[in-house]
C-alpha cells in the first residue's frame, strides 16, 4: 500500500476519442510522474509535475497533457487516441526537497482502446 | 539516451532455487534502482545503488553494483512464491527523477 490512488482501474475507449485519468498521490508529495507500460515492457516516462508545472517530458506527442492540482492530485489527458496507447498508465508520487527522491506507484489504469 | 538491457527476460524456477537477473547498460549509470511489480500493482522500489562495487543486502535479496557502474545484478537465494513479479531496473538519466526502466525479467516461483 503506497499511498497513491488512481481511476478508473480499467477502461476501454475506441480510437479516436479522448481520455482522462487521475491520480490521487500520497499526502504531502508536491511532484507527480506519469508512465505508460505497454504490455511486456518496462514502464515509459511520460512527464513529471511539480508544484502545477510540467518539469520534463519523455517522447511523447503533445496529444498527451496532464494538470496537477493544488491538493497534489493529477491527471493525464490524451487527446485523438490510437491502438497503441492501449497500455497500463502509472502515476508515481514524491517528495521534491533537494535530495534522493523515492517515487510512490500506483496500481495503475488499464486501458484499451478498440 | 542509453538502453538498459534485463536478462533473461523469462525466469520460472522451483520454490527454495537460487537465481540471479542482470541488468546492462552501454553507458555509465549515475545510480540504479531496482523494483518489484506484481500483478495488478505499481513497481515498488527495492533498491538503489549508487557506487561501484556495491554490495546491497534485503533480506533474501542481494544486489550488486558493477565496478565500473554500467552493470547490475539481483540475487535471490532460496526462492519463495512471493518472490514472483516483474523485477525492474531503472535509472534516472536527467537528474530529475525521470525514471527510464529496462524491460523487466519475470519471475515466477512455483511451490
Known amino acids: 500500500e503506497t499511498g497513491v490512488t488512481q481511476s478508473p482501474t480499467h477502461l476501454i475507449k475506441t480510437r479516436g476519442q479522448q481520455v482522462t485519468l487521475r491520480c490521487s498521490s500520497q499526502?504531502?508529495?508536491?511532484?507527480v510522474s506519469w508512465y505508460q507500460q505497454a504490455l511486456g515492457q518496462g514502464p515509459q516516462f511520460i512527464f513529471q509535475?511539480?508544484?502545477?508545472?510540467?518539469?520534463g517530458r519523455g517522447n511523447f506527442p503533445p496529444r498527451f497533457s496532464g494538470l496537477q492540482f493544488p491538493n497534489y492530485s493529477s491527471e493525464l489527458n490524451v487527446n485523438a487516441l490510437e491502438l497503441d496507447d492501449s497500455a497500463l498508465y502509472l502515476c508515481?508520487?514524491?517528495?521534491?526537497?533537494?535530495?534522493?527522491?523515492?517515487?510512490?506507484f500506483g496500481p495503475g489504469t488499464r486501458l484499451l482502446v478498440l | 539516451t542509453q538502453l538498459l538491457e534485463q536478462s533473461p527476460q523469462f525466469l520460472s524456477i522451483q520454490e527454495g532455487e537460487n537465481l540471479t537477473v542482470y541488468c546492462n547498460s552501454s553507458?555509465?549509470?549515475?545510480?540504479l534502482q531496482w523494483y518489484r511489480q506484481e500483478p495488478g500493482e505499481g513497481p515498488v522500489l527495492l533498491v538503489t545503488?549508487?557506487?561501484?562495487?556495491e554490495v546491497k543486502k534485503l533480506k533474501r535479496l542481494t544486489f550488486q553494483f558493477g565496478d565500473a557502474r554500467k552493470d547490475s545484478s539481483l540475487h535471490i537465494t532460496a526462492a519463495q512464491p512471493g518472490d514472483t513479479g516483474l523485477y525492474l531496473c531503472?535509472?534516472?538519466?536527467?537528474?530529475?527523477?525521470?525514471?527510464?526502466f529496462g524491460t523487466g525479467t519475470r519471475l515466477t516461483v512455483i511451490p
Open positions: 553507458s555509465v549509470f549515475s545510480s
Open positions: 545503488v549508487v557506487t561501484g562495487g
Open positions: 508515481a508520487s514524491s517528495l521534491r526537497t533537494g535530495g534522493r527522491e523515492t517515487q510512490y
Open positions: 509535475y511539480y508544484r502545477e508545472e510540467e518539469n
Open positions: 531503472a535509472e534516472d538519466q536527467t537528474g530529475a527523477n525521470n525514471l527510464f
Open positions: 499526502s504531502g508529495h508536491n511532484t
